[in-house]
């Protein structure tokens, strides 16, 4: 018996692709792969936004490459944590200091690995009310 029998036929669906491609989610393989995250990886646009994007009054003095490293790399770390410890589940939870106009802030972030499109692990950084 399939899916389709069970609950009848699919009336909506939106891939990770289409996530993508409208903008809800931002694609950051190339810097995940340079921090050893081997899975297809992206950040929430609010992630984005919040934490990657720099405020105007920053703009000259930091770039969003580098604060995209801060935050990739401090999710590798604590997936490695979590590994090193035996407690790597679905969700991992990691922080990073964020500097913003009016100073620092630190956000509180997660890391989770689900199925993606066709159903192969997949990472993505967020906020936990992203979810």
């Known amino acids: ?50 934490c990657v994007e720099v405020p105007e009054k920053l703009k000259g003095q930091q770039d969003e490459a580098g604060r995209l490293r801060d935050v990739v790399n401090m999710a590798a770390l604590a997936l490695r944590a979590a590994v090193a410890v035996d407690h790597l589940t679905d969700r991992t ?8 106009a009016g100073g620092h802030r630190r956000e509180q972030l997660v890391a989770v690995v689900g199925p993606g499109d066709t159903a192969q692990p997949v990472l993505t950084l967020m906020y936990p009310e992203d979810d």
């Open 1 to 50: 018996m399939d899916a389709n029998e069970t609950f009848g036929p699919t009336v909506y669906s939106y891939s990770r692709a289409q996530a993508i491609e409208d903008g809800f989610l931002v694609d950051v393989s190339a810097t995940a792969r340079e921090a050893w995250i081997k899975l297809p990886t992206v950040v929430t646009r609010h992630v984005w936004n919040e």
């Open 93 to 100: 939870a990691f922080s990073v200091r964020v500097r913003k």
